[in-house]
């Protein structure tokens, strides 16, 4: 390779385009594959990974959206 790093993500990204794909583009068909992304993602951060480009602010809407969840659950006991 010519000094350029390989992206560490590249094939979850491709793992995940090809689910939605498939799935007529039903992201709830893919949560496996979402999960597998957003793992590498927080792994090596954009910096390292180009292919997590936006990425990072779907990760903070789900981890705000579980928070409310668990909020929620607390304040039913």
Do not use: W
């Not at 910096?47 to 936006?54: A, F, I, Q, V």
């Amino acid at each position: 390779m010519s000094g350029q790093k390989r992206d560490p993500c590249v094939k979850f990204s491709c793992i995940l385009e090809k689910c939605t794909r498939i799935n007529n583009y039903q992201a709830d068909k893919c949560a496996k594959e979402l999960e597998q992304m957003l793992d590498c993602c927080r792994k090596f951060g954009r910096k390292l990974s180009p292919s997590c480009e936006g990425f990072h602010e779907l990760d903070e809407h789900f981890e705000k959206m579980e928070q409310q969840q668990q909020q929620q659950r607390q304040q039913r006991k």
